[in-house]
């Protein structure tokens, strides 16, 4: 649900966190190359750049950004081993055909066929050979499946998959005792970190492979684009690579022309304080430019009634990403040191004079460690029953009377009638009381007025100089070191292309489904979901802790989860997809201004919800993004056509390994709905309690398990916050489960049933490998220490190790001994 972390983190490196956006995402995005311009997924979210509140949790960790990683794939590739359906043919049962295709070929093709065949059992052998020479305990994994001798999968594909699992495998550990070393050690060995990158992956890996398929179709000529929103996307991204060097001969100018228009900033001079007022200033910055500060809000689905929208109000105002970077000196003073550097070098790039410019950012920093002080650690706010506050506008006038609020709103909405009776929802009571009393000592002074106005411009500036020359965005490069262990030397068309897909990510998205996504697809995961769904439903009559009745509950909610797979069908329809950008004005040669259009925009779109009916089928994420997303307010799964592509799902894989990947994707997005905070919600979408008072209880117990459990895993010194991410170790945890059961119930095709060459492993055991695999992955220290202070989920490692640990069915099939670290005497399990 509402996770701090995903979309919203696009534009702060993650401060107004606290704001919510509740999906359940399910990995990274996080960072761009400035921490200001972090605006994934901004239109898609089509909330206030600043704040959103859409609910979802995302598969992977909303997190770093553009990093990304590499499945340590394909030493074996097609190079010399050209296998075609033929060979499929051959090793199949079907003889008689066999041969009489044999008997139909030149006899070249016959002599090429025998060469291609003795290369291809050279491979195998030696691949079997290279595996049999492991150290750890190899009794322990000798089942190679169904069948006779030889009968491998020896296809391209096949032979390409085995290759690729065999050179991320560390046969030199011992699968019982840490299966993420086993399954991913030679990835590790062999992908260090790149330069410039603080993460490297196999989702970045992907991400990557995906930026170059939109690079390609942004290249092509404007009058091959399809509609005029596909030309728009064109032309954003042509103002981003800027072929002119635009962006570099205006310099500061963009920047210093808004600071003008509003009210102007006291660090670069032309600022009046006798006429200024807080009142004004947020109505010019927030309402007028969707700009942040003090707090975030935004309309979104009610929880409680999720078929209407409402204006959500939360705590939010912060730059960096974490309280502990403002509370903790003695950890983070590195961070400060370089944030307070990076202020004062934006300060005088727009014409502060150098002394004056540190003091007064240095207040700034101040003032947002006391806004940190009160800002309420994300950990104490899962429980969605007692966030929930809903108010009038009179209420939250009384509890926060630092501003007029009939007039702030009144002033956003514009065409709408606001007044003190109009409801909104509270998230946080407690902090607009604590800022009131902060804001009010302020605005008390002349001088705290100016501290006031150097912070809320310094939203605006911050959110902005990734659209300004070279050195505004190097001046980020220091901090984002500090931050993450890397500057950064992402290539241009790199960024380009991402912020063109976080702008314009439906217009891009038809273009890449039409490059990309396969017709079959479609149907195929649906068919994988309802396996999934049919398992987990299954197995909730296994779970003795439940009550009859509240069993029937949750199974009624499991079968009304709706999925939403691949791509909104609007965006082939050139007329819809135009529509829904018509309102925005792109230009070829104005880089910053399309963005401060975008923003604008984009308020426009969110403020329109208050008059609509909930739309139960609006997607969040954008077609190309690499990641998947529960939504409980509709009850909904989703799956970008990005993610359904190897290695998660790959239509010629045996389902083992599709299972493994996507499959686990899904299950853990299914058993979203059914997490500490998920479950809070009923099979409408509502804030409601479904659930038997008794049942609650000993399902909170259980749930207590799991915060013990990951509490204990440690990496680089660090331990993982078993509460913080609670909800996402339980959609791990019971989302490999239901995926297991549902790929063993799923009928087997012969190819699903072929081992893979060169692996003495069985379809079971490649089921685990898979799953393991796709979290392969390398991080500096700074950022898996932002990840855990941070991150809903935990970090990759203990992603593999947690869920497979827990399971008895991982044990049973890598004869685990009982007691072994991978096989714990006590385990945790809630679905
Ligand atoms: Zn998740």
């Given amino acids: 649900m509402r996770l701090n972390i995903g979309i919203r983190l696009r534009r702060t490196l993650g401060n107004d966190f606290a704001a919510r956006q509740t999906i359940f995402n399910c990995y990274y995005n996080y960072t761009r190359r400035n921490f200001n311009t972090f605006k994934s997924t901004r239109e898609s979210a089509s909330v206030r750049a600043r704040s959103t509140r859409t609910k979802m949790t995302r598969y992977k960790q909303a997190f770093e950004d553009e990093d990304s990683s590499s499945i340590g794939s394909v030493a074996l590739n097609s190079e010399g081993i050209s296998t075609s359906a033929t060979h499929i043919k051959y090793y199949s049962p079907g003889v008689l055909q066999g041969a009489i295709m044999w008997r139909a070929r030149s006899p070249m093709e016959k002599c090429l066929f025998i060469v291609c065949a003795g290369l291809l059992l050279m491979v195998v052998v030696l691949s079997i050979i290279i595996s049999s020479k492991n150290s750890w305990d190899d009794a322990q994994i000798f089942h190679v499946s169904n069948g006779e001798d030889g009968a491998h999968c020896l296809t391209e594909h096949c032979v390409t998959v085995a290759a690729s699992i065999i050179n991320s495998i560390d046969n030199s550990v011992n699968p019982c005792d840490d299966f993420y070393e086993y399954a991913c050690g030679g990835w590790i060995k062999k992908n260090p970190i790149p330069d410039g990158k603080s993460m490297w992956g196999t989702f970045g890996k992907l991400e990557q492979e995906n930026q170059l398929i939109l690079k390609n179709v942004l290249e092509k000529p404007l009058n091959e684009m399809k509609s005029e929103a596909e030309r728009k996307a064109k032309l954003y991204y042509i103002s981003c690579m800027d072929p002119d060097e635009t962006i570099e001969v205006l310099g500061a100018k963009p920047m210093l022309n808004l600071l003008n228009d509003t009210g102007g900033w006291n660090i670069t001079g032309h600022f009046n304080i006798s006429s200024w007022s807080l009142q004004n200033t947020m109505h010019i910055l927030q309402n007028k430019y969707n700009m942040g500060g003090l707090f975030s809000w935004a309309v979104s689905e009610d929880d409680r009634n999720s078929t209407r929208y409402i204006i959500q109000v939360d705590q939010g105002g912060l730059t960096l990403p974490t309280i502990d970077n403002y509370l903790n000196k003695t950890e983070h003073g ?34 947002e460690t006391e806004l940190a002080q009160i800002t309420i650690p994300q950990e104490e706010r899962r429980d969605e029953e007692k966030l929930y506050n809903l108010m009038s506008l009179s209420d939250l006038q009384k509890l926060a009377p630092f501003i007029s609020w009939v007039e702030y709103f009144q002033n956003a909405t514009v065409n709408k009638k606001i007044t003190s009776k109009v409801k909104i929802v509270n998230y946080a009571p407690q902090y607009f009381k604590e800022l009131t009393k902060l804001v009010i000592q302020y605005n008390k002074t002349t001088e705290g007025k100016i501290v006031l106005n150097n912070y809320l411009v310094w939203q605006t500036v911050r959110s902005l100089t990734a659209y300004l020359s070279k050195p505004f965005r190097d001046a980020y490069k220091g901090l984002r070191k500090a931050l993450i262990g890397s500057e950064g030397r992402e290539e241009q068309w790199r960024y380009c292309v991402t912020d063109a897909n976080n702008v314009m990510g439906f217009a891009i998205g038809a273009m890449f489904v039409r490059e990309v996504f396969h017709g079959k697809s479609k149907p195929m995961a649906e068919e994988m979901i309802n396996e999934i769904r049919k398992a987990f439903t299954r197995n909730l009559k296994n779970l003795t802790w439940m009550d009859a009745e509240t069993r029937e509950s949750a199974e009624a909610k499991a079968n009304a989860i709706t999925d939403m797979i691949g791509f909104p069908n609007f965006i082939l329809n050139a007329t819809e997809l135009d529509e829904r950008y018509e309102d925005l004005l792109i230009s070829k040669d104005e880089y910053f201004l399309n963005n401060i259009r975008v923003n604008q925009y984009t308020l426009r779109r969110n403020l329109e919800k208050l008059d609509q009916v909930a739309n139960k089928t609006t997607w969040i994420m954008t077609p190309p993004t690499v990641n998947a997303y529960y939504t409980p307010t509709k009850n909904q799964i989703v799956f970008p056509a990005g993610i359904l592509q190897s290695p998660f799902y790959d239509m010629e894989n045996p389902s083992s390994l599709n299972f493994g990947g996507m499959g686990v994707v899904m ?29 609650i209880e000993r399902f909170k117990n259980r749930t207590e398990c799991f915060v013990e459990q990951y509490n204990d895993f440690e990496i680089q010194g660090r331990h993982v916050n078993g509460k913080q991410t609670l909800g996402e170790n339980i959609a791990d945890n019971g989302g490999l489960k239901a995926a297991y059961h549902a790929y063993l119930s799923t009928p087997k095709s012969h190819k ?13 055991q490649l089921f685990f490998l898979s799953f393991a695999q796709v979290w392969c992955s390398a991080v500096t220290s700074e950022t898996m220490g932002l990840q855990i202070e941070k991150d809903t989920h935990c970090p990759a490692k203990y992603r593999v190790i947690g869920p497979l640990s827990n399971l008895n069915e991982f044990s049973t099939e890598f004869n685990c001994p009982k007691g072994s670290r991978m096989n714990p005497i006590s385990k945790c399990e809630v679905w």
């Fill in 334 to 367: 590195k961070v400060l040191a370089a944030y307070l550097d990076y202020m004062t070098q934006i300060g005088v790039l727009l014409g502060g004079e150098e002394n004056s410019t540190r003091k007064q950012v240095q207040a700034v920093i101040e003032f």
């Fill in 752 to 764: 699903d049933q072929m081992p893979l060459p060169g692996l003495n492993l069985t379809h079971r």
């Fill in 667 to 695: 299950g853990h997005e299914l058993t979203h709905a059914f997490d500490d905070q998920g479950s809070e919600y009923d099979l409408h979408g509502n804030l409601h309690q479904w659930w038997n008072n008794a049942t």
